[in-house]
C-alpha cells in the first residue's frame, strides 16, 4: 500500500455526473448515483465474507471524503438474506447506501452488450461466449447503424470493436438487416486497420472470417487474412485466442469440405496440428481448473472434427475422456460456462455422431446435471434434462430420451416448476407410446392429468385436456376402444369446462386427434363389427362442445381409411395398433404387447377392479422393462402368458404353471385394499417375473435390479400418486360397467393379428455373453471326442438301417449338424441302458453319477442293442433338446422355470451361441 493506505477503499473516491451524460441510457451507467460514490472489492471466501465487507464500510466511513453510496464487489456469491442484512445494518448503523455485486450479478453486468467488451478484453473471454440477442426490440441496432454510417471518429478499439461486432453478428442471422452486411465487414475490416493492438486485429479477422461464411456461405478471397491469423498459433499464450483459433479451424474445415474457400494443400492440416499441438502442450503444464477445463472441452472438439477429409474419423472415445475429466473438475472451476457446455453436449447429440450411445454418456450428463444443480439449482438441471429428451425423441431414440425425462421430471415437481413437470411426464408418455409400452404410456398421461387438473394456475391446468387426450390415445393404440371412449369423455368435458382464451390451437388440435381416432374407429366398427357400430355412434353423441370439429376431421379419416379392402384395412390396423380392435370387449379380458423380443399376453376377467389392477401390474412391468432395453438379459425369445385373477388374502401371490411351449403364471390379487400398499409388492412380483424369463443367474439378475434402483427405477414406477389410484379418479365402476363391455363380443376373434413392434423393443440377437470362437472349438473338439464312446457299435448298427438314414436325413434337412446327431444318439442310448441298469431304490444323485460314468465309457460289442425305436426323429429331438439345459448351465446360465420352453432355448442358443451353425473338421460318421 501507498503511504497513508486505502482507507478501506479500493480505488479513488469520485464524484460521477455520467447518469446526465448522453450514454446514460446504458444499463450499468444506470447504477450510479449523482453522489459522492466509493468503491472496494474482496476476493475474501463466503464464510467470512460478512466480516470482511463490513469492517470495510467501518473505515470507509471513518475516513476520508464522505460519501453517499458504496459498491462492494467480490468473487463469492453472496446470498440474497445475508446481502439484505448486511444492506439494512450499512443503512441503520452508517447511513450509507451499500450496492453488493456479487460474483453471479457481476457476471450479469459484463455480460450487457455495453460492458462485454471488458470481459473481452481484460479476463480474455472468447469471442463465441459472446451473449446472442434475446430481445425482440431491435431498436439498439438501428441506432448502431446510423452512429456508424455518421461516426464521429475511424473505430479502433474495443469499445467500438464490440459495438460493431454486435451489429455483424446481428446483419448475419436477420433477413431483414441481411443487406447491411457488407457495410459491417467493411467497418470491422477497418478496426484491423486502424489499431496497433495485435490481439484485437485477430478478432477482426475472426469476425469477418465468420460473417462471411454465415452470411455468404463462401470464404473465397479471404485466404490471406485467414493465413495470418493461424500464422501465430505457435505464440498465442492467452485461452480466449486459443479457443477462438480452433473455433475458426472448425469454421475452416466445413468451408474446405463444402469447396467454398481454397487453401495450399496441406495448409489446413498443419493449421490443425498445430493447434492440438499449442492444446496439448498447455494441457501438460495447466493445473488451473478453469483453464484445464476450458483446454479439455477444445481437445473433444478436436477429437470430434479431426480434420478436413473424410477419412479423418471421429474419436468419440477420445472426446468422451476429456469430457469425463472436464466433468470431474468442473465444481472447482468459477469461470468456466458450465450451462453453455450443457447446450453443446445437446446440440451434439442431435447430429449423426450418436455420442448418446456411448457407454459413459449418462455418466457425464448426470455428472454435468449434477455440477449444474449445485451451480443454478435443479430447475435449470431440469430444463437441460429436457433439452436433451426432446433432441433424442426428435431422433427417433424414444428410450435415451426416456432417461432424460424421467430425471427432468423429478427436478420439475416444485409448485413453482410444475408446468415443466407436467411436460415431462406427457413427453414420457409419448416416449412410451412410440415403443408400444402403451399402459406405461396411459400412467404417464393420468399423471400430467391429475396434477393438471389438481392446480389452480392457468398455465399448468391447461394441459389437463391434452394430457387426457394423450390417455385416450394409448388406450386406442392398444386396441382398448371401450377405455378410449373413456378417457375422451373427460378429456371433452375438460376441454368444455375451459374458456375460449385457454382453449389455445394446441389444445385445439388435441381434441381434433380424439375426434380422428373415433372416426377410424367407427370406420372400424363398420367394416368389421357391424353389431358394434350403435355403440360407438352413441359414445360419439356424447361429445358436447366439439361436434363441429368433426366436420372438418371426419372427411380426412374416412378417405384414409374407407378406401382399403378388408386385407389391406387388417394390415394397416397391425401397422398401427399394439393389439387387435375392440379387444377390451368380451367376458374375459385379453392383453398382448411385445417387449424384448418376449410376446406378453394377460388375461383376467373383464370387471372393474381386477382391469384396474392388471392394468397397473402391466404398467409397472412395461416401465421396469424399459428400463432394461440397453441391458443384455439374456432373454430367450418366447411367449409369457400371466393369468390374473382376484383373491382374498391380502399379498398379490406368484404361481408358476407347467407348461413346454411358453411361460406360464397366474398372479392372485387382493379385491380389497390391504393395509399395507401394492405398490411395492406389484414392483417385487413384476421383477420376479423378468427375473424368472432370463436365463441369468438370480444374483445377476439382482445385481442389475439393485442398478437400475440406484438409477431410480422405482420412481418410475410409482410418481405422484399409483396407477389404480389414477385409473379409479378418472374412470368410475359405474361409467366402466354402463358400456356393457362384458356382453360384447371382439370382433374377427379367428382372424390373427400380427402388429409390428418397435425396432428399439426387439430381442437382443447379437453373440452372447462369453461367446468365442475358441471355446466354441474346444467344446466341439471335446463333442466329437466324447458322444462317439458309448456308441460305437450301436452306430454302426443304426446306420444299416434305412429308416434311421431316413431320419438322418430329415433331421441335416432341418439344420442338425453331426455333432448334434451324434449327442442325441449318444444320449438315447446311454439313457436306456441307465434305466435299464438302475435299481428303483436309487436316487437322483446316484443316477446322475451312473449315467456320467455309461456316457464316458467306451461301448462294448457284447453289451445288449438298444431298441430301434428308441432313435426316431421325436426321441432323437427330445434327448438333444433336454441337453440344451446342461449346455445352458455350462455357459453360467440357469432356467428358472420346472417345465422350461425349449425351443426357446434352442432359439437362444442357436441365435446368440451359434449352436446351430458352429462345427469343426470331423472324422466321417456315415452320415
Known amino acids: 500500500m501507498s503511504a497513508g493506505g486505502d482507507q478501506g477503499r479500493d480505488f479513488e473516491t469520485f464524484r460521477t455526473y455520467l447518469n446526465m451524460s448522453p450514454i446514460s441510457a446504458s444499463s450499468f451507467i444506470g447504477l450510479v448515483s449523482g453522489e459522492p460514490i466509493a468503491f472496494a472489492c474482496t476476493t475474501t471466501d463466503l464464510d467470512n465474507l460478512t466480516q470482511k465487507i463490513k469492517s470495510d464500510v467501518v473505515t470507509i466511513k471513518n475516513s476520508g471524503e464522505a460519501v453517499s453510496d458504496i459498491h462492494y464487489f467480490c468473487t463469492a456469491d453472496l446470498p440474497v438474506g445475508r446481502r439484505h442484512e448486511i444492506q439494512q445494518w450499512a443503512n ?60 464521429d471518429h475511424a473505430p479502433d478499439n474495443y469499445a467500438d470493436f464490440i459495438q460493431i461486432k454486435s451489429a455483424l453478428r446481428h446483419s448475419t442471422v436477420t433477413d431483414a438487416a441481411r443487406t447491411d452486411l457488407p457495410f459491417w465487414i467493411k467497418l470491422m475490416i477497418s478496426i484491423g486497420v486502424n489499431t496497433p493492438l495485435l490481439s484485437l486485429k485477430r478478432k477482426t479477422i475472426y469476425e469477418v472470417t465468420v460473417a462471411s461464411l454465415r452470411g455468404y456461405g463462401s470464404l473465397l478471397g479471404h485466404e490471406k487474412e485467414i493465413q495470418t491469423y493461424f500464422n501465430d498459433i505457435p505464440s498465442l499464450s492467452e485461452l480466449s485466442e486459443i479457443e477462438d483459433t480452433s473455433v475458426l479451424i472448425t469454421f475452416c474445415i466445413g468451408a474446405d469440405r463444402q469447396n467454398v474457400v481454397q487453401f495450399e494443400e496441406g495448409e489446413l492440416s498443419s493449421w490443425i496440428k498445430q493447434v492440438v499441438d499449442k492444446i496439448e502442450s498447455e494441457l501438460k503444464v495447466t493445473k488451473n481448473p478453469d483453464r484445464r477445463c476450458t483446454l479439455l472441452r477444445l481437445r473433444a472438439d478436436r477429437y470430434l472434427i479431426p480434420g478436413p477429409r473424410s477419412a479423418n474419423v471421429p474419436d468419440i472415445t477420445m472426446a468422451m475422456e476429456c469430457w469425463l475429466e472436464l466433468a470431474s473438475l468442473v465444481d472447482q472451476t468459477h469461470l468456466f460456462p458450465l450451462d453453455n457446455f450443457s447446450d453443446e453436449l445437446t446440440q451434439l447429440t442431435s447430429l449423426p455422431l450418436d455420442i448418446n450411445k456411448h457407454k459413459d454418456y449418462r455418466r457425464l450428463t448426470r455428472q454435468v446435471d449434477e455440477a449444474l444443480e449445485k451451480r443454478f439449482g435443479s430447475f435449470t438441471a431440469a430444463d437441460k434434462c429436457r433439452d436433451r429428451a426432446i433432441t433424442l425423441f426428435e431422433k427417433g431414440q424414444y428410450l435415451d430420451a426416456l432417461n432424460e425425462i424421467h430425471d427432468a421430471k423429478i427436478k420439475w415437481f416444485a409448485s413453482e416448476t410444475l408446468e415443466g413437470s407436467v411436460l415431462a411426464t406427457r413427453l414420457a408418455s409419448r416416449c412410451y407410446q412410440e415403443l408400444g409400452l402403451t399402459f406405461a404410456a396411459k400412467y404417464y398421461s393420468m399423471i400430467g392429468a391429475h396434477v393438471s387438473i389438481n392446480c389452480p394456475d392457468e398455465p399448468v391446468s391447461k394441459h389437463a385436456s391434452p394430457a387426457l387426450v394423450d390417455a385416450a390415445f394409448s388406450d386406442y393404440m392398444q386396441g382398448a376402444f371401450c377405455g378410449f371412449f373413456e378417457f375422451s369423455d373427460f378429456a371433452s368435458l375438460v376441454y368444455r369446462a375451459l374458456s375460449s382464451e385457454q382453449n389455445t390451437k394446441d389444445i385445439i388440435t388435441e381434441i381434433e386427434r380424439t375426434v380422428y381416432h373415433a372416426t377410424i374407429i367407427r370406420v372400424i366398427a363398420l367394416r368389421f363389427a357391424p353389431e358394434l357400430l350403435t355403440f360407438v355412434d352413441e359414445r360419439i353423441s356424447r361429445w358436447e362442445g366439439i361436434k363441429e370439429l368433426f366436420s372438418a376431421v371426419v372427411p380426412l379419416a374416412e378417405k384414409e381409411w374407407s378406401d382399403n379392402n378388408v386385407p389391406d384395412l387388417w394390415r394397416k390396423l397391425e401397422e398401427n395398433l399394439i393389439d387387435r380392435p375392440f379387444s377390451d370387449v368380451g367376458p374375459n379380458r385379453v392383453v398382448h404387447f411385445r417387449a424384448l423380443g418376449i410376446t406378453w399376453e394377460f388375461s383376467w376377467e373383464n370387471d372393474y377392479e381386477l382391469t384396474a389392477s392388471s392394468e397397473e401390474f402391466i404398467a409397472v412391468l412395461q416401465i421396469i422393462l424399459a428400463d432394461f432395453y440397453n441391458i443384455d438379459l439374456c432373454l430367450p425369445r418366447t411367449m409369457v402368458q400371466v393369468e390374473m385373477r382376484s383373491s382374498a388374502g391380502d399379498k398379490i401371490q406368484l404361481e408358476n404353471l407347467p407348461s413346454n411351449d411358453l411361460i406360464r403364471y397366474r398372479i392372485s390379487i387382493p379385491t380389497t385394499i390391504p393395509k399395507d400398499p401394492l405398490d411395492a409388492q406389484v414392483f417385487g412380483i413384476a421383477s420376479a417375473i423378468l427375473g424368472y424369463v432370463s436365463f441369468l443367474p438370480q444374483a445377476k439378475f439382482m445385481l442389475h435390479l439393485e442398478s437400475a434402483l440406484r438409477q431410480g427405477l422405482s420412481g418410475k414406477t410409482f410418481f405422484v400418486q399409483s396407477y389404480r389410484n389414477l385409473f379409479s379418479r378418472f374412470i368410475v365402476a359405474s361409467d366402466f360397467n354402463r358400456t356393457g363391455r362384458k356382453i360384447k363380443s371382439i370382433p374377427q376373434i379367428g382372424l390373427p393379428f400380427e402388429p409390428i413392434s418397435h425396432n428399439q423393443s426387439e430381442w437382443l440377437s447379437s453373440l452372447g455373453p462369453g461367446y468365442s470362437k475358441e471355446n466354441a472349438i474346444q467344446t466341439l473338439k471335446n463333442r466329437y471326442e466324447v458322444a462317439p464312446k458309448p456308441i460305437r457299435f450301436t452306430l454302426l448298427s443304426l446306420l444299416t438301417n434305412a429308416e434311421f438314414r431316413k431320419t438322418v436325413a430329415e433331421l441335416k434337412t432341418a439344420g442338425w449338424l453331426d455333432w448334434h446327431i451324434l449327442t442325441a444318439v449318444a444320449l438315447a442310448t446311454v439313457n436306456y441302458r441307465v434305466n435299464k441298469q438302475r435299481h428303483p431304490s436309487q436316487g437322483m444323485t446316484e443316477y446322475q453319477r451312473l449315467f456320467m460314468d455309461t456316457l464316458n465309457q467306451e461301448e462294448d460289442v457284447s453289451w445288449d442293442p438298444v431298441p430301434l425305436s428308441l432313435f426316431n426323429k421325436e426321441k432323437l429331438k427330445f434327448h438333444l433338446f433336454s441337453s440344451m439345459g446342461s449346455t445352458l448351465k455350462g455357459l453360467g446360465f440357469e432356467i428358472h422355470q420346472p417345465t422350461p420352453d425349449f425351443n426357446a432355448i434352442s432359439d437362444f442358443l442357436g441365435r446368440r451361441y451359434n449352436y446351430w451353425s458352429d462345427d469343426i473338421e470331423h472324422p466321417d460318421f456315415g452320415f
Do not use: C, M
Open 92 to 151: 441503520d448503523t452508517h447511513n450509507v447506501h451499500l450496492e453488493v455485486y456479487d460474483g453471479q450479478a457481476i457476471s450479469e453486468l459484463l455480460s450487457d452488450r455495453d460492458t462485454f467488451w471488458i470481459a473481452e478484453n481484460y479476463l480474455h473471454i472468447p469471442a463465441e461466449l459472446y451473449p446472442p440477442d434475446l430481445t425482440t426490440d431491435a431498436s439498439w441496432y438501428h441506432e448502431s447503424l446510423e452512429l456508424w454510417k455518421n461516426p
